[in-house]
């Protein structure tokens, strides 16, 4: 049986909203988080990916409080990330309604949290979100960033999405560093790239402008496209999305 293709919005928040902006600079308001899951999940999203980008300490427990709500709000997988380095945090967000965790900055610094993490709990609830632009003297043309891809990691993604994979992770959350917030389109060619490289369900993310984006996403080899500013602000709407996967020859739950 063939697996349709995901939509997934995306909820950037901060400081208890959703942000949104170009190359995660000049940041603006989006709306609550809770309000826009329950949107989301009425207008027929496949799931829903909360990012807390801030991830400070003293806004973790507000963050949690707010992952209980938009699980309580929504009945479609729910991904949550932001702030997670070990096993723990992943229990507590999964403990808060969380579906799946999406692990970032932890991994890198410490690689082997990913097998104890899906040791733990199975490679089945993380997801390696993983931020990349071209970066020279990378054995691939792509490097590794944080910091919302203002620092490079030192990595090559492409080597790292295998390491992350072989050692459990169970999808990858392609962010685009270079198109996000762009509206230019998926990068297609770095999409390619990742999916030549790992076998596991790859979401693709960053650039989303048109609804024909999404299908050249699906057809460079992503199993789910992730937006989040075309239907924050109403450029685009899910069903719209859909449609047009749909006609492209793409399943989806319509």
């Known amino acids: 049986m063939t697996v349709a293709i995901r939509v997934i919005p995306c909820l950037d928040v901060t400081d208890g909203r959703v942000v949104k902006g170009v190359n995660f600079t000049d940041l603006r308001d989006a709306g609550d988080p809770v309000e826009l899951a329950g949107?989301?999940?009425?207008?027929?999203?496949?799931?829903?990916?909360?990012?807390?980008?801030?991830?400070?300490?003293?806004?973790r427990a507000t963050t949690r409080e707010m992952v209980t709500r938009c699980a309580s709000t929504v009945f479609i997988p729910l991904t949550v990330g932001g702030g997670v380095r070990g096993a723990d945090d992943v229990d507590a967000l999964l403990r808060c309604g969380a579906d799946k965790v999406s692990i970032n900055t932890g991994a890198i610094a410490r690689p082997e949290v990913i097998d104890e993490i899906t040791g733990r709990f199975g490679d089945q609830?993380?997801?390696?979100?993983?931020?990349?632009?071209?970066?020279?003297?990378?054995?691939?043309g792509y490097g590794v960033t944080t910091h919302g891809g203002r620092r490079?990691?030192?990595?090559?993604?492409i080597e790292w999405a295998r390491e992350a994979v072989a050692r459990g992770c169970g999808e990858v959350l392609l962010n685009s560093m270079d198109a996000d917030g762009t509206r230019d389109g998926f990068d297609a060619e770095m999409t390619s790239a990742v999916r030549e490289a790992v076998d596991v369900p790859l979401i693709a993310s960053g650039g989303a402008g048109r609804a024909v984006d999404f299908v050249e996403a699906v057809r460079a080899g992503a199993d789910a496209v992730l937006a989040a500013s075309v239907f924050h602000?109403?450029?685009?709407?899910?069903?719209?999305?859909?449609?047009?996967?749909?006609r492209a020859g793409f399943p989806v739950r319509l």
Do not use: H
Not at 39 to 59: C, H, K, P, Q
Not at 125 to 140: K, T
């Open 125 to 140: 609830v993380l997801v390696l979100s993983l931020d990349a632009r071209r970066e020279a003297g990378m054995p691939s």
């Open 39 to 59: 949107v989301y999940g009425a207008a027929g999203a496949d799931e829903l990916t909360f990012l807390d980008i801030s991830a400070s300490s003293r806004g």
């Open 152 to 157: 490079s990691a030192g990595l090559d993604a």
């Open 233 to 246: 602000y109403g450029v685009l709407t899910i069903e719209q999305v859909k449609q047009e996967l749909d």
